[in-house]
């Protein structure tokens, strides 16, 4: 936003970003335009009609290019006969604006006596009230009494699900058709519609399964009246009951601001619950969405089952104990095991749990072993080079922008990452999607590359190579920054390139983003996929700038600070090849995950877990600590971008649960360790003194919030929703080496490693939103939409073996037999199977595991 | 009588090809793409001053002119929606001269070298859509519509569409939206259909009723000189008037504009039915003002800029004529009940007044109507007028007005005198 435009609003003159909505123009400078179907975040309709306003322009003097003025030496401005939508209008220097003339005041009136003639005024019921744009604005404009007579009105049905999770109150519903344009236009997803016409118009769903989409929360609190609900809230509570506690989604590594609204409830024992969870504006990250897992996906932090009290294994059966024993008894075994244990982080614990596990760990030696789990992706180094550049702003990415989406489904592993993608194709952004077979952000592009699982890094360095034979290097990074760049070439030589047109579509474009996952590689490989990311990003120059970088699509929440704090899954894989004596883990179930690391613990001598749940990994522990969820606790994580985000406790204790980082401090403190920090925040501190990329993220400057555009958590009347302002702070975002003028920047040849295949069929698991890990499948609310367990065949290996889709198959993989259910949808490519993470219970095979699959007959 | 529109008259099979080609069928569309530039094509119809038939009388050659000359494609729609109350004169024109009509919009193609026609069909005109479809294909047959267009390089199709039967979808921008695929309901303008992102696919687009296409071919061969020395300098050429209700003789009417009403109702459709006196005239259906059957009125010219000085419009000639005995009240409650209905509820105003006005049009019917329900009779629509995204909510508070302006009584009897009015009062 570089010009502004002079614009006047009721005979004053401002400055604005040129080009701008009118409404969010005049909200810039606190001038209310009151809307309904208006949101800053989706095309104008002028549906409404609330925001009518007078409407001129300044007339100029074609000759001069002068204003004309009247006789008193004011501008002559040029009005349009009749009232204006203001919505539909964008600003540029000249427009005259009045927002508050008896003729809009009077139209405004109007428009909402015409409104509320439909609506059924059941305020006193409804979920919305208290923060109900409709509610609000009837309050601050309405014509008090209406000249309808209240037997006329028209009453439709109340609790219309669309859907499990959505419910529709037809009379409540205005038309303003933000739900269908949010699922039409950002969403792509044509799961809502309207249906009739006039006063008949009503939103129906046309989807089978109904409102199938990964995004349907959102439709409610830009719902500006309580026609959508939840069934997670509705009728759960009033919202001014509610009390707004800033929390981060714990699911995914896109690291979305939520507001969980929570309130003293007797469902709770009296404690403090999570009524809902709603999005909580942040620009630079999800700006005001997420998705259903993070909306509906919160019930893990007060499910029944929750491990209340520390238990240690007493003769095969759980006893339980006490902290001060449970300190005592680990401490004494870190001790005697010293540096034969292991400690293995899970991707949910925060940075200041990790910060305080590796204190303890290195009470017991000088190195310890400190791994991350799930270690399926790594590249630390390659990310503090060349991560995405600082402040960047997916939603304001266009036609100057290519992204490349490798091997990962994006919209099942960082949902917000997807929408924010898919719009920014919608906006003109060139996207590319590399991946070994189809994933649902093909549709959003011309340009798909699909390879063979194996060739991900061949592709990669094809582009570099690509990059090179085109010379679109950059020139004055390699000339003075960048070490290495002899041997890359030298390796790049030769190499063919399979993707001319998707490689040009990177390489012309002024800004490159990539996106990297994991699907299909094994960690070595994917240490190589990361480094011919940021070959390639290096020797185009698309680094260090706003806009340009890698994002790696981590396996977790906060798997990037567990790298930042010097946890590593290198260290994982040697700690399952070369086992330790004893494990020590936090919040990770690398027993479900993986069959060599549930066999690798059945063997060790002593296992110490603190996990929410007994899961597979815990049923092996020798002693459980049950650790706080997310919800009970403060503490942070580092998203994906690398930005540093706090969240706060939401909900009551449950049982004797602690923080992670109280547990490990206590038992350091009897490793006569220091005495234990009093608070998170303290934690934080010492991480801030003791970890380069952290200094100056202390909690206050975490917590700082900025007036964000376009502002949509305000304390105005009629964006609704009480959840989105952000008080929990914007995070800070940590610099790379590349945005350092006086680093260094190192490339190497990526080196391309095909999978042994080990048999005529083999097994890729892929990553889905919906599953059954520990902290979703408490909700509930949404089982519907994890799918019961299956695999993905080949159409041409599902003919070979006489297999249907739907057909109950057997799949023998080394020691695993499990049946399932078989689909062959054209998704896998040939020889591979498609194997699900975490939607059977159970040990999962490893990545190119050979199997079979014989059908069973019925 | 000379009959540019409604040769039929004369000549019963001209909707054959051979029959319109012996006529001088597609000679403009020859003379055009042989002898004449897009842009001198344009000119003429401009010089003619032809006006568009559907409704708003905006010049058809301005309107082609408004296509920017660097669009990369661009469209014509033919609006054969026609679906105002009282308007039946295009589903003349494509059953019985549909070919004209072709010729037509295959030179506002060539003016403005679309990629494309698109005939857009009312949903209730199934059989003749069916039936212009073979028409279309011997026009393609004899290389006049399709690739390479009589040997100049020049190629454009004619597709037929047809509508799922809403009234709203006659509206250009809700036509469009129809056309696409998507939900019949009108766009906020700017951009125009004419202009890049307003069009069909976004993409500039010239739509025009029937009847004004089927007045092209006449202008490219006689030339826009002959054609303004038919009817008014304003208001040139002839007009199809689709004349109904209490009338001897119903139909429609080719006259030259400028005719006066009385020309056309007792000269041309034989007058009053049964010998009754005229009460009052709808002159463009439902959509525009009711004049009461005054000598003023009677005796003025049938011109755009006449009818509008009557606070009534021409629209597109609709002539529903009702005499002495109607109910007005009655008759602006239909009109209600049917912009009721045919709202799209897109836009609040007109959703929600429609409905409104339709509740206290059906109480007073019922005899139930009360001094506030006059009051608010007065107030609801100039609650609607003006505000709305499309001119529907404005026509919708015409029955309203215009009958409360002229026919005031008799809205007093329906509220002193619950008895009066051809429904009984019946309790709810």
């Given at each position: 936003?570089?010009?502004?435009?002079?614009?006047?609003?009721?005979?004053?003159?401002?400055?604005?970003?040129?080009?701008?909505?009118?409404?969010?123009?005049?909200?810039?400078?606190?001038?209310?335009?009151?809307?309904?179907?208006?949101?800053?975040?989706?095309?104008?309709?002028?549906?409404?009609?609330?925001?009518?306003?007078?409407?001129?322009?300044?007339?100029?003097?074609?000759?001069?290019?002068?204003?004309?003025?009247?006789?008193?030496?004011?501008?002559?401005?040029?009005?349009?006969?009749?009232?204006?939508?203001?919505?539909?209008?964008?600003?540029?220097?000249?427009?005259?604006?009045?927002?508050?003339?008896?003729?809009?005041?009077?139209?405004?009136?109007?428009?909402?006596?015409?409104?509320?003639?439909?609506?059924?005024?059941?305020?006193?019921?409804?979920?919305?009230?208290?923060?109900?744009?409709?509610?609000?604005?009837?309050?601050?404009?309405?014509?008090?009494?209406?000249?309808?007579?209240?037997?006329?009105?028209?009453?439709?049905?109340?609790?219309?699900?669309?859907?499990?999770?959505?419910?529709?109150?037809?009379?409540?519903?205005?038309?303003?058709?933000?739900?269908?344009?949010?699922?039409?236009?950002?969403?792509?997803?044509?799961?809502?519609?309207?249906?009739?016409?006039?006063?008949?118009?009503?939103?129906?769903?046309?989807?089978?399964?109904?409102?199938?989409?990964?995004?349907?929360?959102?439709?409610?609190?830009?719902?500006?009246?309580?026609?959508?609900?939840?069934?997670?809230?509705?009728?759960?509570?009033?919202?001014?009951?509610?009390?707004?506690?800033?929390?981060?989604?714990?699911?995914?590594?896109?690291?979305?601001?939520?507001?969980?609204?929570?309130?003293?409830?007797?469902?709770?024992?009296?404690?403090?619950?999570?009524?809902?969870?709603?999005?909580?504006?942040?620009?630079?990250?999800?700006?005001?969405?997420?998705?259903?897992?993070?909306?509906?996906?919160?019930?893990?932090?007060?499910?029944?089952?929750?491990?209340?009290?520390?238990?240690?294994?007493?003769?095969?059966?759980?006893?339980?104990?006490?902290?001060?024993?449970?300190?005592?008894?680990?401490?004494?075994?870190?001790?005697?095991?010293?540096?034969?244990?292991?400690?293995?982080?899970?991707?949910?614990?925060?940075?200041?749990?990790?910060?305080?596990?590796?204190?303890?760990?290195?009470?017991?030696?000088?190195?310890?072993?400190?791994?991350?789990?799930?270690?399926?992706?790594?590249?630390?180094?390659?990310?503090?080079?060349?991560?995405?550049?600082?402040?960047?702003?997916?939603?304001?990415?266009?036609?100057?922008?290519?992204?490349?989406?490798?091997?990962?489904?994006?919209?099942?592993?960082?949902?917000?990452?997807?929408?924010?993608?898919?719009?920014?194709?919608?906006?003109?952004?060139?996207?590319?999607?590399?991946?070994?077979?189809?994933?649902?952000?093909?549709?959003?592009?011309?340009?798909?590359?699909?390879?063979?699982?194996?060739?991900?890094?061949?592709?990669?360095?094809?582009?570099?190579?690509?990059?090179?034979?085109?010379?679109?290097?950059?020139?004055?990074?390699?000339?003075?920054?960048?070490?290495?760049?002899?041997?890359?070439?030298?390796?790049?030589?030769?190499?063919?390139?399979?993707?001319?047109?998707?490689?040009?579509?990177?390489?012309?474009?002024?800004?490159?983003?990539?996106?990297?996952?994991?699907?299909?590689?094994?960690?070595?490989?994917?240490?190589?996929?990361?480094?011919?990311?940021?070959?390639?990003?290096?020797?185009?120059?698309?680094?260090?700038?706003?806009?340009?970088?890698?994002?790696?699509?981590?396996?977790?929440?906060?798997?990037?600070?567990?790298?930042?704090?010097?946890?590593?899954?290198?260290?994982?894989?040697?700690?399952?090849?070369?086992?330790?004596?004893?494990?020590?883990?936090?919040?990770?179930?690398?027993?479900?995950?993986?069959?060599?690391?549930?066999?690798?613990?059945?063997?060790?001598?002593?296992?110490?877990?603190?996990?929410?749940?007994?899961?597979?990994?815990?049923?092996?522990?020798?002693?459980?600590?049950?650790?706080?969820?997310?919800?009970?606790?403060?503490?942070?994580?580092?998203?994906?971008?690398?930005?540093?985000?706090?969240?706060?406790?939401?909900?009551?204790?449950?049982?004797?649960?602690?923080?992670?980082?109280?547990?490990?401090?206590?038992?350091?403190?009897?490793?006569?360790?220091?005495?234990?920090?009093?608070?998170?925040?303290?934690?934080?501190?010492?991480?801030?003194?003791?970890?380069?990329?952290?200094?100056?993220?202390?909690?206050?400057?975490?917590?700082?919030?900025?007036?964000?555009?376009?502002?949509?958590?305000?304390?105005?009347?009629?964006?609704?929703?009480?959840?989105?302002?952000?008080?929990?702070?914007?995070?800070?975002?940590?610099?790379?080496?590349?945005?350092?003028?006086?680093?260094?920047?190192?490339?190497?040849?990526?080196?391309?490693?095909?999978?042994?295949?080990?048999?005529?069929?083999?097994?890729?698991?892929?990553?889905?939103?919906?599953?059954?890990?520990?902290?979703?499948?408490?909700?509930?609310?949404?089982?519907?939409?994890?799918?019961?367990?299956?695999?993905?065949?080949?159409?041409?290996?599902?003919?070979?073996?006489?297999?249907?889709?739907?057909?109950?198959?057997?799949?023998?993989?080394?020691?695993?037999?499990?049946?399932?259910?078989?689909?062959?949808?054209?998704?896998?490519?040939?020889?591979?199977?498609?194997?699900?993470?975490?939607?059977?219970?159970?040990?999962?095979?490893?990545?190119?595991?050979?199997?079979?699959?014989?059908?069973?007959?019925? | 009588m000379i009959h540019i529109l409604l040769r039929d008259l004369e000549i019963p099979d001209i909707w054959q090809?051979?029959t319109y080609?012996?006529n001088g069928g597609y000679d403009g569309l020859?003379?055009?793409?042989?002898?004449?530039?897009?842009?001198?094509?344009?000119?003429?119809v401009?010089?003619s001053n032809l006006r568009g038939r559907g409704g708003?009388g905006?010049?058809t050659?301005?309107?082609?002119?408004?296509?920017?000359?660097?669009?990369?494609?661009?469209?014509?729609?033919v609006n054969a929606?026609e679906?105002e109350?009282?308007t039946f004169k295009d589903r003349q024109l494509l059953e019985k001269n549909p070919h004209q009509v072709i010729e037509g919009a295959m030179l506002a193609?060539?003016?403005?070298?679309?990629?494309?026609?698109?005939v857009?069909?009312?949903?209730?005109?199934?059989?003749l859509?069916?039936?212009l479809?073979?028409r279309?294909?011997?026009?393609?047959?004899?290389?006049?519509?399709?690739?390479?267009?009589?040997?100049?390089?020049?190629?454009?199709?004619?597709?037929?569409?047809?509508?799922?039967?809403?009234?709203?979808?006659?509206?250009?921008?809700?036509?469009?939206?129809?056309?696409?695929?998507?939900?019949?309901?009108?766009?906020?303008?700017?951009?125009?259909?004419?202009?890049?992102?307003?069009?069909?696919?976004?993409?500039?687009?010239?739509?025009n009723n029937v009847e004004t296409l089927a007045n092209v071919p006449w202008i490219i061969v006689n030339g826009a000189?002959a054609y303004k020395k038919i009817g008014t300098?304003?208001s040139p050429g002839t007009k199809i008037f689709c004349v109904?209700?209490?009338?001897?003789?119903?139909g429609n009417y080719e006259i030259p504009l400028g005719l006066?009403?009385?020309?056309l109702?007792?000269?041309h459709a034989?007058?009053?039915?049964?010998?009754?006196?005229?009460?009052?005239?709808?002159?463009?259906?439902?959509?525009?003002?009711?004049?009461?059957?005054?000598?003023?009125?009677?005796?003025?010219?049938l011109t755009y800029?006449?009818?509008?000085?009557?606070?009534?419009?021409l629209g597109s000639a609709s002539f529903?004529?009702?005499?002495?005995?109607?109910?007005?009240?009655?008759?602006?409650?239909?009109?209600?009940?049917?912009?009721?209905?045919?709202?799209?509820?897109?836009?609040?105003?007109?959703?929600?007044?429609?409905?409104?006005?339709?509740?206290?049009?059906?109480?007073?019917?019922?005899?139930?109507?009360?001094?506030?329900?006059?009051?608010?009779?007065?107030?609801?629509?100039?609650?609607?007028?003006?505000?709305?995204?499309?001119?529907?909510?404005?026509?919708?508070?015409?029955?309203?007005?215009?009958?409360?302006?002229?026919?005031?009584?008799?809205?007093?009897?329906?509220?002193?005198?619950?008895?009066?009015?051809?429904?009984?009062?019946?309790?709810?």
């Amino acid at each position: 936003m570089t010009k502004t435009a002079t614009i006047m609003i009721d005979d004053q003159t401002y400055q604005v970003p040129d080009g701008i909505n009118l409404v969010d123009a005049a909200k810039l400078h606190g001038i209310t335009i009151p809307v309904f179907c208006y949101h800053p975040k989706m095309e104008s309709v002028g549906m409404c009609r609330m925001c009518l306003v007078e409407l001129g322009s300044i007339s100029v003097n074609r000759d001069t290019g002068e204003p004309d003025l009247n006789d008193d030496g004011s501008p002559v401005v040029r009005w349009f006969p009749k009232l204006q939508t203001a919505c539909t209008q964008t600003v540029r220097d000249g427009t005259v604006v009045r927002t508050s003339t008896a003729q809009v005041l009077e139209a405004r009136d109007n428009i909402l006596e015409f409104i509320l003639t439909s609506h059924p005024l059941d305020c006193p019921i409804c979920d919305k009230g208290g923060e109900c744009p409709l509610q609000n604005l009837t309050m601050a404009y309405g014509p008090g009494r209406s000249n309808f007579i209240y037997d006329d009105k028209l009453h439709l049905d109340k609790h219309v699900p669309l859907g499990e999770l959505i419910y529709l109150d037809r009379e409540r519903c205005i038309q303003c058709a933000r739900c269908t344009r949010f699922c039409d236009e950002l969403v792509g997803d044509d799961v809502l519609a309207f249906h009739e016409r006039g006063r008949s118009l009503q939103i129906v769903t046309i989807s089978d399964p109904p409102f199938d989409t990964k995004f349907s929360g959102n439709t409610t609190d830009i719902c500006p009246v309580g026609a959508l609900t939840t069934a997670d809230f509705r009728f759960g509570a009033r919202p001014w009951e509610l009390d707004e506690v800033p929390t981060i989604c714990p699911h995914c590594p896109v690291g979305c601001n939520l507001s969980a609204s929570t309130r003293i409830d007797r469902d709770f024992g009296g404690k403090k619950m999570i009524k809902r969870i709603m999005p909580r504006q942040n620009e630079l990250v999800n700006e005001i969405w997420t998705c259903d897992k993070g909306r509906f996906g919160h019930h893990h932090s007060r499910a029944a089952d929750r491990l209340q009290h520390p238990m240690m294994r007493q003769g095969g059966e759980w006893v339980k104990i006490d902290w001060a024993t449970a300190y005592h008894q680990i401490a004494s075994k870190l001790k005697k095991y010293a540096d034969s244990a292991g400690f293995l982080a899970g991707p949910t614990l925060s940075n200041e749990d990790l910060w305080e596990l590796r204190q303890l760990a290195e009470l017991t030696g000088d190195t310890p072993r400190l791994g991350v789990w799930p270690a399926a992706m790594t590249g630390a180094g390659v990310v503090a080079q060349v991560g995405i550049g600082v402040n960047t702003r997916l939603q304001d990415v266009g036609p100057e922008t290519a992204i490349l989406v490798i091997a990962s489904d994006l919209e099942e592993e960082a949902p917000i990452w997807w929408l924010q993608i898919k719009q920014a194709a919608d906006r003109g952004a060139a996207v590319v999607v590399a991946n070994a077979r189809e994933t649902k952000l093909d549709r959003v592009t011309h340009t798909v590359v699909h390879y063979d699982y194996g060739d991900a890094v061949a592709v990669l360095n094809s582009f570099a190579a690509r990059a090179r034979s085109r010379r679109k290097t950059s020139k004055a990074l390699l000339d003075n920054r960048v070490d290495g760049y002899d041997d890359l070439a030298a390796g790049l030589k030769g190499t063919r390139v399979p993707f001319a047109d998707a490689a040009d579509v990177l390489l012309d474009a002024e800004n490159v983003i990539v996106f990297a996952g994991a699907e299909g590689l094994t960690l070595d490989q994917h240490r190589e996929l990361m480094q011919a990311a940021a070959n390639l990003l290096i020797i185009t120059g698309h680094v260090g700038r706003q806009n340009n970088g890698l994002v790696p699509v981590w396996p977790g929440a906060n798997v990037q600070g567990a790298l930042d704090i010097g946890f590593s899954p290198e260290t994982t894989a040697s700690l399952i090849d070369e086992p330790p004596a004893m494990w020590f883990i936090g919040g990770a179930d690398p027993a479900a995950d993986d069959s060599q690391a549930a066999h690798v613990l059945a063997n060790a001598e002593f296992v110490v877990v603190g996990a929410q749940f007994m899961t597979a990994t815990a049923a092996q522990a020798d002693i459980i600590l049950p650790r706080q969820s997310f919800a009970e606790r403060e503490g942070t994580y580092t998203n994906g971008m690398r930005r540093v985000q706090r969240f706060y406790a939401a909900q009551g204790p449950v049982g004797d649960a602690l923080p992670d980082w109280t547990i490990y401090a206590q038992i350091g403190a009897r490793l006569k360790g220091p005495k234990p920090p009093v608070s998170a925040a303290a934690v934080m501190r010492a991480i801030t003194q003791h970890v380069p990329r952290y200094a100056g993220m202390g909690y206050s400057s975490l917590a700082h919030v900025e007036a964000q555009f376009p502002d949509v958590g305000g304390d105005d009347l009629y964006y609704g929703g009480t959840a989105y302002a952000n008080h929990g702070g914007l995070g800070v975002q940590w610099a790379t080496d590349a945005e350092d003028d006086s680093a260094r920047l190192v490339v190497r040849p990526a080196q391309i490693e095909k999978p042994e295949k080990s048999g005529d069929l083999c097994i890729v698991p892929v990553r889905l939103l919906y599953d059954r890990g520990p902290l979703f499948e408490p909700s509930d609310i949404m089982h519907q939409r994890v799918p019961e367990p299956y695999l993905e065949l080949n159409s041409q290996d599902a003919a070979h073996l006489s297999i249907a889709d739907g057909d109950r198959v057997m799949v023998t993989a080394g020691e695993i037999q499990i049946e399932t259910a078989a689909r062959v949808n054209g998704h896998a490519p040939e020889g591979v199977v498609l194997w699900p993470r975490r939607l059977a219970h159970g040990p999962a095979p490893a990545l190119f595991s050979a199997c079979s699959v014989q059908k069973i007959e019925e | 009588m000379i009959h540019i529109l409604l040769r039929d008259l004369e000549i019963p099979d001209i909707w054959q090809f051979d029959t319109y080609t012996a006529n001088g069928g597609y000679d403009g569309l020859k003379k055009a793409v042989h002898d004449l530039s897009p842009a001198e094509t344009i000119q003429i119809v401009m010089d003619s001053n032809l006006r568009g038939r559907g409704g708003a009388g905006f010049s058809t050659g301005r309107k082609w002119s408004f296509i920017p000359k660097d669009a990369e494609t661009t469209y014509v729609v033919v609006n054969a929606d026609e679906s105002e109350p009282g308007t039946f004169k295009d589903r003349q024109l494509l059953e019985k001269n549909p070919h004209q009509v072709i010729e037509g919009a295959m030179l506002a193609a060539y003016a403005i070298q679309a990629a494309a026609v698109y005939v857009y069909c009312r949903g209730e005109f199934w059989d003749l859509a069916h039936a212009l479809e073979d028409r279309i294909e011997e026009a393609r047959q004899a290389n006049l519509v399709g690739d390479d267009i009589l040997g100049t390089g020049w190629d454009c199709d004619v597709h037929v569409h047809l509508g799922a039967g809403a009234y709203i979808c006659g509206e250009e921008s809700a036509l469009l939206n129809s056309l696409q695929g998507l939900l019949g309901q009108p766009r906020v303008r700017p951009p125009f259909p004419a202009q890049m992102g307003g069009g069909l696919y976004y993409q500039p687009t010239v739509v025009n009723n029937v009847e004004t296409l089927a007045n092209v071919p006449w202008i490219i061969v006689n030339g826009a000189d002959a054609y303004k020395k038919i009817g008014t300098p304003e208001s040139p050429g002839t007009k199809i008037f689709c004349v109904s209700g209490h009338v001897a003789k119903p139909g429609n009417y080719e006259i030259p504009l400028g005719l006066t009403f009385r020309e056309l109702i007792y000269d041309h459709a034989g007058g009053i039915l049964n010998g009754k006196r005229l009460k009052a005239i709808l002159p463009s259906g439902a959509s525009g003002p009711v004049l009461k059957a005054t000598d003023e009125v009677l005796d003025a010219p049938l011109t755009y800029e006449s009818v509008a000085a009557l606070g009534s419009t021409l629209g597109s000639a609709s002539f529903i004529l009702m005499d002495e005995d109607t109910d007005m009240v009655w008759a602006a409650a239909k009109m209600i009940h049917f912009f009721k209905d045919e709202s799209c509820g897109k836009c609040t105003p007109c959703r929600e007044g429609t409905y409104w006005l339709d509740k206290i049009y059906a109480r007073l019917l019922r005899g139930e109507g009360t001094a506030h329900d006059l009051e608010m009779l007065e107030k609801v629509p100039n609650q609607i007028a003006g505000v709305t995204l499309c001119a529907l909510g404005d026509f919708a508070v015409n029955p309203v007005l215009a009958t409360l302006e002229h026919f005031r009584d008799e809205y007093e009897q329906y509220i002193h005198q619950p008895e009066f009015g051809p429904e009984p009062a019946q309790a709810l």
